[in-house]
């Protein structure tokens, strides 16, 4: 009998980090020893914005959501005991993609690894953090210019890492349609592609092409998805072939990871998001010719927040199960000459290419970013309109309410919950490596690593030596904040109402009316503390706010508890929202209720939506807070009613 010859599985991944180095490398081995076969690092915000773990703003963030990396010494503790040679590590790291890398590289060659060896990916994608992730520090030029480095000081000296991995996670998480994200990915790696061709020579481009690798999303209308990822590989294919010239099949390649939607998880019966999982892997596994190259796969408790390590187990298993257990890599693709499928995929690429005819129009990625927010932020509207009218069911949540408590929460609610004393912890240690390191060495490796950047030149090679050195995460970030400035970018909320009022009208003569009491508009301050970029959530309620006729004001992420009671002075908010989505709500919210108080705004109403277990809610309303909002309140014209009664002059009269 002749034996069935198999498919390799695609790279099997968990996405971890958090704490600490020393935590993530525990977790990281225990993973490594239960079949994983591949590393996927979580990087802290701090880390991933360029802030040093003792930054002011880094304050409550550090180890929330992923490991916080501030020097060589956390990068050495990260990858204590695993040899870089024999890894496929892939780092979720975007403004600070070449630092991260220059730790990597200077760790591997401590260990001794021959670099030109080593095999990943950094993410190094930075136009999707303006339309949606939100880790960007310098404006998008400068930005392409450094992705650029990384890819060009790769393709000499590690030909095997994967220098940029264009993500369209977060667009289909910002609400993107399967077009958009289509058209909105494959135009940023054009924008890079753009950046390099000049860079190489002619002969090589071609194999540059074929490092690029990109990083999707997989929702839970599988059918769609999987003709999504088909339509990618043949849009990827005629372009690098029509554009570019690229001849070999094998550079045209189009290769990518996933991890599936984490969005689409629902706070309320947790346990049916392992099924949601399971049939959004299915999208980037059943067709043969378009299956991923790497699978990450989210906890089922991740929309309470953060999965310990048997919820991480558990999302492995599932697919170990269908990578060994199953027949799925015995056959070839199931799904070619399959009519339905064929004129699905048709359908997607056909909307795919008009978005990227407008996207090139207006002089394509980099110069479009304000109008491919705008459409994020308008398309994320429509679909959370289609779920609050139960058009779009989910289960659960707006349909099969009704069900039996989750004996799979106990009582520390069904996730890990982080020491607070990690930071404290992680500042000691950096103080510690700062007093011991050489100052000479650091000053002259900093002005090093300035002079290149200043000059044009690439960054790598100055920052590798400023790796060595001892310089901080923060303090590499300085030098690029210093030479390229920082930048803001657009929320996609502007300030005038939408087409998108239809049912709204109740609540719009209620908030004429209250603004009658108040002698002006109401006035409702969005804002985001912190450096929690997920923004979607503060833009909906923005965009809702608006609509019902409320005077809003959304400045966008990333703003100091200082700055955001200075905006509430300013413009006379009558109530203020917080977004927080990082798990560091407790101490930003005190900070920001003494704050108030102090200014003598201890009288204005506070919101807070977050991803926040019950018992974090109940100490938050102890501080004051008057309303506590989680995924599960997904009804914005229940949140709408409450600001209007929250501002309302007779109710707090009654009061």
């Not at 310098?138 to 220098?163: H, R």
Request: negative net charge.
């Amino acid at each position: 009998m002749t034996e069935i010859q198999k498919d390799k599985p695609w790279l099997i991944r968990t996405y971890a980090g958090h704490s600490t180095a020393k935590a993530s490398n525990a977790l990281y081995r225990g993973n490594l020893a239960k079949g994983q076969t591949g590393l996927s690092v979580a990087f802290d915000l701090p880390t991933q914005t360029g802030y040093d773990s003792d930054h002011v703003l880094a304050r409550g963030e550090v180890g929330k959501v992923g490991v916080p990396v501030s020097h060589l010494g956390d990068m050495r503790a990260l990858f204590d005991g695993i040899p870089l040679d024999q890894m496929n590590t892939s780092m979720t790291i975007n403004a600070t993609a070449p630092w991260l890398l220059a730790l990597y590289i200077a760790v591997a060659e401590e260990q001794g690894a021959d670099v030109s060896k080593l095999q990943g990916t950094v993410q190094n994608d930075l136009i999707k953090e303006y339309l949606s992730r939100g880790t960007y520090i310098c404006p998008p030029k400068p930005s392409l210019k450094l992705i650029g480095d990384v890819a060009e000081y790769c393709y000499t000296n590690v030909p095997k890492w994967n220098p940029m991995n264009v993500c369209s996670y977060h667009l289909q998480e910002a609400g993107a349609t399967p077009e958009q994200e289509l058209a909105f990915a494959l135009a940023t790696a054009t924008a890079v592609l753009d950046e390099l061709k000049p860079r190489v020579p002619a002969q090589d481009f071609p194999l540059l092409v074929g490092r690029i690798s990109f990083f999707v999303n997989a929702g839970i209308r599988f059918v769609t998805e999987m003709c999504k990822m088909r339509a990618f590989v043949d849009l990827w294919d005629e372009i690098c072939a029509t554009r570019y010239g690229v001849e070999d099949a094998k550079y045209r390649r189009f290769r990518y990871g996933v991890q599936v939607n984490s969005l689409g998880l629902t706070e309320q019966q947790p346990e049916n998001n392992v099924y949601r999982i399971l049939i959004e892997m299915l999208a980037v596994t059943l067709s043969k010719n378009a299956r991923a190259r790497a699978v990450q796969l989210p906890a089922w408790n991740e929309a309470l927040g953060l999965p310990r390590p048997w919820d991480q187990q558990w999302s492995m298993r599932m697919q170990q199960i269908l990578a060994y257990e199953t027949d799925l890599l015995e056959f070839d693709d199931l799904f070619d000459g399959n009519p339905a499928v064929d004129a699905k995929v048709e359908a997607l690429k056909e909307g795919a290419r008009h978005e990227l005819a407008t996207i090139d129009g207006m002089g394509g990625a980099v110069d479009a970013i304000d109008y491919m927010k705008a459409r994020l932020v308008d398309s994320n509207a429509d679909r959370l309109n289609r779920i609050e009218a139960g058009q779009t069911v989910v289960v659960g949540v707006n349909k099969f309410t009704e069900g039996e408590p989750s004996p799979l929460m106990d009582e520390e609610g069904g996730i890990m919950v982080v020491d607070a004393a990690v930071e404290q912890d992680q500042i000691d240690r950096l103080n510690d490596w700062r007093d011991a390191r050489d100052a000479a060495a650091v000053k002259q490796a900093l002005a090093e690593l300035r002079a290149a950047a200043a000059e044009g030149r690439n960054v790598m090679p100055a920052s590798i030596r400023a790796a060595k050195a001892g310089v901080t995460t923060g303090e590499w970030a300085q030098q690029m904040r210093a030479v390229h400035g920082e930048y803001r970018g657009p929320t996609g909320v502007s300030k005038s109402v939408s087409n998108k009022t239809e049912g709204l009208d109740d609540i719009r003569d209620a908030v004429n009316a209250v603004s009658d009491r108040l002698g002006r508009r109401l006035k409702f301050l969005v804002g985001k503390p912190g450096l929690d970029g997920h923004s979607n959530g503060a833009e909906q309620i923005a965009f809702r706010a608006r609509d019902c006729g409320m005077d809003i004001d959304y400045e966008g992420i990333r703003l100091t508890p200082e700055q955001i009671v200075t905006a509430a002075l300013e413009t006379e908010a009558h109530v203020l929202g917080l977004s927080i989505l990082s798990g560091s709500h407790i101490p930003l919210v005190e900070d920001m209720m003494t704050r108030l108080r102090e200014a003598g705004l201890g009288h204005v109403p506070v919101i807070v939506g977050g991803i926040i277990p019950e018992e974090d809610a109940r100490r938050l309303r102890a501080m004051g807070v008057a309303k506590v909002y989680t995924p599960k309140d997904f009804n914005l014209n229940a949140i709408m009613m409450d600001i209007v009664t929250l501002a309302d002059p007779q109710e707090i009269a009654a009061e």
